[in-house]
């Protein structure tokens, strides 16, 4: 089985976890990146693990080998990062809450079904 290429958005409170499973993982997964735009949480982030880390968004978009992501940002950032991935044709695993309304849930879910990602 080849690895799948990954990255982790969000490197606040929910982050540890979440690279903690992604590394158990290690023979399936393999994270490309770890993205904050805050300097200071990337390079706290990059002092626990070792694992490539980047304030550079565009790059992960950009970047075609990437299959999924992982939004673990606050809920009302949620649907613009979801547009873009979606996009760009990555799967998303979303932290909890979906989006910070209702209504932005409802969209985001409607924008993903409709952009049809595959994992590649």
């Given at each position: 089985m080849s690895r799948r290429r990954v990255a982790i958005?969000?490197?606040?409170?929910?982050?540890?976890?979440?690279?903690?499973?992604?590394?158990d993982l290690a023979d399936r997964v393999e994270i490309a990146a770890a993205f904050s735009r805050s300097p200071?949480?990337?390079?706290a982030f990059a002092k626990e693990f070792a694992i490539p880390t980047t304030n550079d968004l565009d790059a992960i978009v950009a970047d075609k080998s990437i299959g999924a992501v992982l939004i673990l940002t606050p809920p009302w950032t949620h649907l613009d990062l979801v547009r873009r991935m979606a996009g760009a044709g990555k799967h998303i695993l979303?932290?909890?809450?979906?989006?910070?309304?209702?209504a932005r849930a409802i969209e985001l879910v409607d924008l993903y079904r409709r952009a049809g990602s595959r994992w590649r």
């Amino acid at each position: 089985m080849s690895r799948r290429r990954v990255a982790i958005i969000g490197l606040g409170m929910a982050v540890t976890p979440h690279a903690k499973s992604l590394l158990d993982l290690a023979d399936r997964v393999e994270i490309a990146a770890a993205f904050s735009r805050s300097p200071e949480r990337t390079a706290a982030f990059a002092k626990e693990f070792a694992i490539p880390t980047t304030n550079d968004l565009d790059a992960i978009v950009a970047d075609k080998s990437i299959g999924a992501v992982l939004i673990l940002t606050p809920p009302w950032t949620h649907l613009d990062l979801v547009r873009r991935m979606a996009g760009a044709g990555k799967h998303i695993l979303l932290e909890k809450p979906v989006e910070a309304t209702t209504a932005r849930a409802i969209e985001l879910v409607d924008l993903y079904r409709r952009a049809g990602s595959r994992w590649r």
